[in-house]
């Protein structure tokens, strides 16, 4: 048995592992980091000041295109718990890009293996293309991004 | 300071305390609670195996009108994170119920100082608004209910 606390240490490591990667894997395809964090402010509310510590929203470009990603570790202590988290930060997230930077289009960034054993499944399948996110997919060890959705 | 595993504790039992308060709120506005909890399942995915413990979601009917109630505590260390949390975990049952029970409508339960806190503010609003979803307001001690939206 591994205590809350020490999983909660673990998954905060592992956050910080994913995020270079990311930030490597889309380096490799030509993307240029140009916001770590991507703040994201709608009128007094000020998502970031609550979100540095806990997440990572990159602003990344490439020939014109602009695109924010979403790193997600999905090593919690329950997947439909991260899941939940991710599609409402994702939400979230699309609402207020919607309103500041509409040509800015959100990725949520999802290691290999938690998208072959969840993100295949039907519950995701539905909630995430409901939603319109678009999702890309990493393989942490490679560095690599393999699916863009 | 409180430390994170005595705000989890409280925050638990916080979310115990709300429960049979909106249970009550309701039962007092004429409302029969059918399902405690309201298991929600999609194919070969259970909900409510992992969100049992984490989460409240009742089943309630009244004069033939079927709802779902998630109740939310916001009582978390992060309000935003809560909100998060509220709005991925809203989104996933909306999805749900219009798959398996198109006609019983999503509220989620917010206590009456959350709401005139941050549930008034230009993010929550946009958020909610654009998910179209319900909220029912409480005032716990009271134990009534104050706003459908």
Do not use: C
């Amino acid at each position: 048995m591994v205590s809350e606390e020490e999983s909660s240490i673990k998954a905060m490591a592992a956050k910080d592992i994913f995020h270079p990667i990311v930030r490597s894997a889309l380096e490799k395809e030509g993307w240029t980091i140009t916001h770590d964090p991507l703040y994201l402010k709608v009128d007094e509310d000020k998502l970031y000041v609550d979100l540095g510590a806990q997440n990572h929203l990159l602003g990344v470009e490439r020939y014109g295109q602009k695109i924010a990603v979403e790193i997600k570790s999905f090593l919690g202590l329950s997947l439909i718990s991260d899941f939940h988290e991710a599609m409402g930060q994702a939400w979230n997230y699309k609402v207020v890009l919607e309103e500041i930077e509409p040509n800015r289009v959100l990725y949520l960034a999802v290691p290999e293996d938690v998208y072959e054993d969840f993100f295949t499944r039907r519950l995701a399948k539905i909630s995430v293309g409901r939603m319109q996110l678009n999702l890309l997919v990493f393989n942490p060890i490679r560095e690599e991004i393999i699916i863009w959705t």
